[in-house]
């Protein structure tokens, strides 16, 4: 201010008017440049607390789910490593006994599965089966099978199907992600298959069979059969055929009734002349040791699955009917699980638990 003043003492005494007005407007101008560029660098900083805040609000909303679930979690005790996904009710064949029947056509969208599973395993799923119907309808189920093993990472990835619609390039695209393929298998006679419903030729399903135990070997992938004891077939013996295919295990089934699928008003199948008694199918069993059958009758069958519908609801089998709880996409997997029913007990003493991975065995941790 002191240079100012002295400034002010060379200038003219009838031009200081005119020097202090364009002094005035200097300072206006130099003080709003400064005001304006103060704001330009505030507001990203701004902008950026903003980010950051609804950053930190993400956190705490993923921190306070985390912990909700964590908490649903130790609540809980149901135990949701093995899933049977039964990604569709469409199926090229007609079994009698069948008990998922073609109620629905509905499918998942990719997206929505892929969701679906990645939940599964946050809540702790380790195996994924894929089921139907006849999962080979749904188009993308290669697609879901890679990204359970590769992004998923889970220890197996399993596939139950009639075999029909298989082809070998599948297992030449797929084959590395998938641990297990079971193939349902009846009957080595085909007059017998062709009464069950299994195919309409039964000599086409049983080249298949084999066609598939090959590419098993070929593609490194288990090969599993599983057998549905019936008054169809509870008489025959297959020791010859299932030693010569040489699964990796065996599953053989007691012929089961549900109401609403294959038994009473509503239901799409009438297996009621298809079931066997107890000791019918104990004789199988015992016919047929020396391939050592894993056997299921009905009561081991009854709520020892995680069973989950097109729609990702887990189905409750009470009262001999299948009943849904809410879907997993809406509820969670922790809400849903606890109104599925599901007997631990019952899955481990079926041997729920098995060598169910190509690379890990789960009994090694
Ligand atoms: S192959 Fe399976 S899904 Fe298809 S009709 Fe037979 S039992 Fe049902």
Same mark, same amino acid.
């Given at each position: 201010?002191?240079?100012?003043?002295?400034?002010?003492?060379?200038?003219?005494?009838?031009?200081?008017?005119?020097?202090?007005?364009?002094?005035?407007?200097?300072?206006?101008?130099?003080?709003?440049?400064?005001?304006?560029?103060?704001?330009?660098?505030?507001?990203?900083?701004?902008?950026?607390?903003?980010?950051?805040?609804?950053? $930190?609000?993400?956190?705490? /909303? +993923?921190?306070?789910?985390? %912990? #909700?679930?964590?908490?649903?979690?130790?609540?809980? *005790?149901?135990?949701?490593?093995?899933?049977?996904?039964?990604?569709?009710?469409?199926?090229?064949?007609?079994?009698?006994?069948?008990?998922?029947?073609?109620?629905?056509?509905?499918?998942?969208?990719?997206?929505?599965?892929?969701?679906?599973?990645?939940?599964?395993?946050?809540?702790?799923?380790?195996?994924?089966?894929?089921?139907?119907?006849?999962?080979?309808?749904?188009?993308?189920?290669?697609?879901?099978?890679?990204?359970?093993?590769?992004?998923?990472?889970?220890?197996?990835?399993?596939?139950?199907?009639?075999?029909?619609?298989?082809?070998?390039?599948?297992?030449?695209?797929?084959?590395?992600?998938?641990?297990?393929?079971?193939?349902?298998?009846?009957?080595? $006679?085909?007059?017998?298959? /062709? +009464?069950?419903?299994?195919? %309409? #030729?039964?000599?086409?399903?049983?080249?298949?069979? *084999?066609?598939?135990?090959?590419?098993?070997?070929?593609?490194?992938?288990?090969?599993?059969?599983?057998?549905?004891?019936?008054?169809?077939?509870?008489?025959?013996?297959?020791?010859?055929?299932?030693?010569?295919?040489?699964?990796?295990?065996?599953?053989?089934?007691?012929?089961?009734?549900?109401?609403?699928?294959?038994?009473?008003?509503?239901?799409?199948?009438?297996?009621?002349?298809?079931?066997?008694?107890?000791?019918?199918?104990?004789?199988?069993?015992?016919?047929?040791?020396?391939?050592?059958?894993?056997?299921?009758?009905?009561?081991?069958?009854?709520?020892?699955?995680?069973?989950?519908?097109?729609?990702?609801?887990?189905?409750?089998?009470?009262?001999?009917?299948?009943?849904?709880?809410?879907?997993?996409?809406?509820?969670?997997?922790?809400?849903?699980?606890?109104?599925?029913?599901?007997?631990?007990?019952?899955?481990?003493?079926?041997?729920?638990?098995?060598?169910?991975?190509?690379?890990?065995?789960?009994?090694?941790?």
């Amino acid at each position: 201010m002191e240079s100012l003043s002295l400034l002010t003492l060379y200038i003219p005494t009838d031009q200081k008017s005119n020097f202090l007005q364009l002094l005035g407007l200097l300072l206006i101008y130099a003080l709003s440049a400064h005001l304006l560029k103060k704001r330009k660098t505030i507001t990203p900083n701004r902008l950026s607390t903003q980010v950051q805040e609804h950053n $930190v609000g993400i956190i705490s /909303e +993923t921190t306070s789910s985390s %912990t #909700s679930n964590t908490t649903q979690s130790m609540d809980s *005790s149901i135990n949701c490593e093995s899933v049977n996904y039964h990604m569709t009710r469409l199926c090229n064949y007609k079994c009698k006994f069948c008990f998922h029947t073609a109620k629905s056509s509905f499918v998942l969208p990719l997206v929505e599965a892929k969701l679906g599973l990645a939940k599964l395993k946050e809540a702790g799923m380790k195996k994924i089966n894929f089921s139907g119907g006849e999962p080979f309808t749904v188009k993308y189920l290669g697609e879901l099978v890679a990204y359970c093993k590769t992004e998923l990472q889970l220890e197996s990835v399993t596939i139950v199907s009639n075999g029909s619609l298989i082809k070998e390039e599948w297992f030449q695209k797929y084959g590395d992600f998938l641990d297990i393929i079971a193939i349902s298998c009846d009957s080595f $006679v085909e007059s017998t298959l /062709e +009464t069950i419903g299994r195919g %309409t #030729s039964g000599s086409a399903h049983i080249r298949k069979l *084999s066609n598939i135990a090959e590419w098993c070997k070929k593609y490194n992938v288990m090969f599993k059969i599983n057998t549905v004891v019936n008054s169809a077939n509870y008489l025959e013996d297959m020791n010859k055929y299932i030693k010569e295919l040489n699964p990796c295990r065996w599953k053989v089934f007691q012929c089961l009734l549900i109401d609403g699928e294959n038994a009473g008003e509503e239901a799409l199948r009438d297996a009621s002349t298809m079931v066997v008694t107890s000791e019918q199918f104990d004789q199988f069993i015992s016919r047929h040791a020396e391939n050592n059958p894993v056997p299921e009758n009905n009561e081991d069958m009854r709520n020892s699955y995680l069973i989950l519908d097109e729609q990702m609801r887990f189905l409750k089998n009470t009262n001999g009917r299948k009943e849904p709880t809410k879907s997993i996409l809406d509820v969670g997997v922790q809400v849903a699980l606890n109104d599925a029913g599901f007997d631990e007990k019952a899955f481990r003493r079926r041997g729920g638990k098995y060598k169910w991975s190509k690379t890990i065995d789960p009994f090694d941790y």
